[in-house]
């Protein structure tokens, strides 16, 4: 198949999917989303491939969010589809999909950057990577899943800090805070993950297809991932989010309205 935004390479068991826009930091465009979608979809069926690593193309980013050039002028309505469709396409899609993903978070991971490396299922960093959800310095709150994974993974005090500041925390502070498995240098985090996938790709595909179930099981409440993508939807009625977004696309510092 042939992709604009994203490379795929098959080396036996296991399978790498680059998101390859590196003069956008890998930023997820519609047309990414519906590729990585189609990417994983297609490698899930092919029996051979046990293990799936995603990565960013380039050494400064794995992804640096949702394309915010794409969303600026849209309304609520359309707000609350990009994040409804968004998450049912990639998001959920990822963290629900039988075979293992393992995120080799290499530089940013910002925003739907973060919000993909956290529907994996689970993630390694290079040492010059960095993290954060910053979508309220743009109005908006995170809409592919942040709200919930974010908590899951970390502890609702450091999330709603991440969240609240739209800061963003090292390699390091992500690893203590459980956000990843382990840091690497950048030169050895492919082969890193090359070699934890190799291990995993020697245990039973079927049997680890139902341990992803069985763990995924005991997070669901879908209930907030609906109370997110509602809350997503009505940030596009701010002013708020009119002057986040357009600051941004204009580089400069946004000055809120507040309304
Ligand atoms: N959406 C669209 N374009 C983006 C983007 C995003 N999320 N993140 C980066 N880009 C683009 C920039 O606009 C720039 O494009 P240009 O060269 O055509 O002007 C290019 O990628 C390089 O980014 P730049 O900002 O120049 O790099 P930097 O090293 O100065 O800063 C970041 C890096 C990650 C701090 C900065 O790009 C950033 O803050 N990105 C947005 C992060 C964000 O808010 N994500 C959440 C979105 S909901």
Do not use: W
């Amino acid at each position: 198949m042939h992709y604009n935004n994203i490379l795929v390479e098959e080396n036996e068991a296991i399978a790498t999917v680059t998101i390859d826009r590196p003069n956008k930091l890998n930023a997820l465009n519609r047309e990414t989303i519906q590729e990585l979608h189609d990417a994983f979809k297609a490698l899930e069926s092919k029996k051979e491939v046990k293990v799936i690593i995603l990565t960013g193309s380039g050494e400064k980013a794995f992804v640096a969010g949702a394309d915010i050039s794409e969303f600026a002028d849209f309304s609520e309505k359309e707000g609350g589809k990009l994040a409804a469709k968004g998450q049912k396409l990639l998001f959920d899609f990822v963290e629900n999909l039988s075979k293992p993903v393992v995120a080799a978070v290499n530089g940013f991971a910002l925003g739907g950057g973060l919000e993909l490396a956290m529907a994996c299922h689970f993630r390694i960093a290079s040492d010059n990577a960095r993290m954060g959800l910053p979508e309220v310095s743009l109005g908006v709150i995170p809409g592919y899943g942040g709200t919930q994974r974010l908590p899951q993974l970390i502890g609702k005090g450091r999330a709603m800090e991440l969240i609240m500041t739209a800061g963003m925390i090292d390699a390091g502070n992500a690893l203590s805070y459980g956000l990843v498995n382990h840091v690497v240098s950048l030169e050895n985090l492919l082969p890193f993950c090359e070699d934890l996938a190799g291990k995993i790709a020697k245990n039973s595909p079927v049997a680890i297809s139902h341990a992803i179930k069985a763990v995924n099981t005991g997070f669901k409440n879908t209930d907030g991932y609906s109370a997110e993508i509602k809350a997503f939807g009505q940030c596009f009625g701010t002013a708020d989010f009119k002057e986040g977004t357009t600051a941004f696309l204009n580089k400069r510092k946004a000055k809120f309205p507040g309304k």
